[in-house]
């Protein structure tokens, strides 16, 4: 059994200190919808915890706020937050059809932005819609704050580049500088309760029947959520009426396996990961036409 004390923190300030005072002994939690998991399961990596810090009473890290060129999501705030988020909905709807395939309903209500992203699950629902939208994330520490984009922040898989002395406090997601087409897939295990096996964001502008500043953004086929640029530049300018399906499959699946090299699992998500961009883009189409 994992053994640990548990300190609660009202204020932003509190809760640096305390991480300063316990140095690398303390655990950030929130929701806890991943980190109380791992304690239960007794994991390897929460070797030398001593402390959990609950930051789930500190107020301004629940906002949902408009800036004019960006949102602001604060790292408190929940999934389901997002879902019933007007603003969101009117401004960067992919995030609610993202947060709305999370877990079960008790998931959505207690799991947040910031432990989404702490967790750094290359299947995080959340994180492949932030980086085609290019979102940054905003870190404290008794030091001040620092700011760097979400696809630099992580580093692999369940990694990070989050100090320990660290709170990720907010996200700031530029918004699209006019309307664009969003489509999101997910692959999961079961049609329940289940984790992504592969997700997809694909975000694009279309001007005269072609595709402008398209955006692909793959969850779980790679070791960190990326964007892939080589199928992007293959489709940028393309009409879309004369798209040639099979050329896009294959170059997807062969772009994927220039990132990770020939795995167990490639000969599944080879065709996985270009049969979902070509579900993608088919649905885009018929939104337009």
């Known amino acids: ?15 640096v200190n305390i991480l300063d005072d316990k140095e690398n002994e303390a655990k ?28 789930s009473s500190v107020k301004g890290l629940e906002i949902i706020e408009d800036n004019e060129d960006y949102l602001k999501l604060g ?38 932005v910031g432990g989404n992203i702490n967790n750094s699950s290359p299947a995080a629902d959340l994180i492949t819609p932030l980086i085609a939208l290019g979102a940054a994330v905003v870190l404290h520490s008794s030091n001040g704050k620092r700011e760097l984009p979400l696809s630099e922040f992580i580093t692999g ?11 990720l406090t907010a996200v700031k997601v530029p918004y699209l500088p006019t309307d ?19 997700n997809l964001t694909v975000l694009t502008n279309i001007e005269k029947n072609k595709f402008k500043d398209i955006r692909i953004a793959f969850g779980s086929a790679t070791p960190t959520a990326i964007r892939f640029s080589e199928i992007e530049s293959e489709l940028e300018n393309t009409n879309i009426n004369q798209i040639d399906y099979d050329k896009i499959q294959e170059k997807t699946g062969q772009e994927m396996i220039d990132i990770t090299g020939e795995r167990w699992s490639t000969p599944y998500k080879k065709p996985v990961v270009g049969n979902l961009l070509k579900r993608a883009l088919q649905e885009i189409i018929k939104e337009v036409q």
């Open 1 to 15: 059994m994992i053994e640990f004390e548990a300190l609660k923190a009202q204020t932003l300030d509190e809760a």
């Open 157 to 167: 898989p369940y990694q990070n580049s989050r100090k320990e002395n660290e709170i």
């Open 180 to 198: 664009y087409y969003n489509n999101y897939q997910k692959v999961q295990r079961r049609q329940a309760v289940a984790i992504a096996r592969i």
């Open 75 to 112: 790292a408190l705030c929940t999934h389901s937050e997002i879902i019933d988020s007007v603003l969101i909905n009117e401004k960067l709807p992919i995030l609610r059809k993202a947060a709305q395939t999370i877990g079960s309903t008790q998931i959505r209500n207690r799991g947040t």
């Open 28 to 55: 950030i939690v929130a929701g806890g919808t991943d980190l109380l998991v791992s304690i239960h399961n007794e994991s390897e990596e929460l070797k030398g915890l001593n402390y959990i810090l609950d930051i």
